[in-house]
């Protein structure tokens, strides 16, 4: 069953990477949806597809590149 979830994911995630990590780690899950940078210092995605497929992008969406530091997903 498919299903769309939506995160904003707080912490050091603008400006290193974090979206086009995001959306590599997405299509490798053969997620669709959409990432964005939020005006607030947020990224916001919208994913959609298996469950277990967007389970595990939610814990990968914790770790992001190597420069991010991600506090909390909403």
């Known amino acids: 069953m498919t ?16 979206r086009r990590w995001f959306q ?7 997620l669709n949806g959409y990432v ?9 995605a919208v994913i959609i597809g298996l469950q277990a497929a967007l389970q595990e992008m939610v814990e990968r ?3 992001g590149p190597k420069h991010a530091q991600v506090l909390n997903i909403m």
């Open 3 to 18: 299903k769309a979830i939506k995160l904003i994911i707080q912490g050091r995630v603008q400006g290193v990477g974090y």
């Open 24 to 30: 590599q780690q997405a299509l490798a899950l053969q």
């Open 36 to 44: 964005r940078n939020l005006a607030t210092g947020e990224v916001e």
């Open 61 to 63: 969406s914790y770790e």
